[in-house]
């Protein structure tokens, strides 16, 4: 069940198309405040060191299909890189 505050942003943004529901949901004083509410009173402070070139760090690596080819996109290189083709019959 919905609170009051929920139901009337439902009701008000059920015919909007996705993105202005999106802009409805942000522009909503009720829900910042209560977003802002859960947020430490203190400001954000990083302790920690950046890593150096030899450290372990973790990072995504994605391998796309595109075309007849397969890529890796990992953000540590430079750019895309072709691994080949697409072995046929295969997607």
């Known amino acids: 069940v919905l609170g ?7 009701t008000f943004s059920l015919d909007l ?3 202005m529901r999106g802009l409805a949901i942000e522009n909503s004083d009720a829900i910042r405040q ?6 430490r009173p ?3 402070v990083s302790t920690q060191v950046a890593a150096g070139k030899n450290d372990d760090v973790f990072h995504f690596v994605a391998y ?5 080819k397969v890529y ?3 953000g540590l290189k430079p750019g895309p890189i072709d691994l080949g083709d697409v072995p046929a019959g295969e997607s």
């Open 4 to 10: 009051k505050t929920l139901s009337e942003l439902r």
């Open 17 to 19: 198309p996705y993105d």
């Open 34 to 39: 209560a977003h802002n509410s859960f947020a």
């Open 42 to 44: 203190e400001a954000f």
């Open 64 to 68: 796309v299909p595109f075309g007849d």
């Open 72 to 74: 890796e996109l990992d």
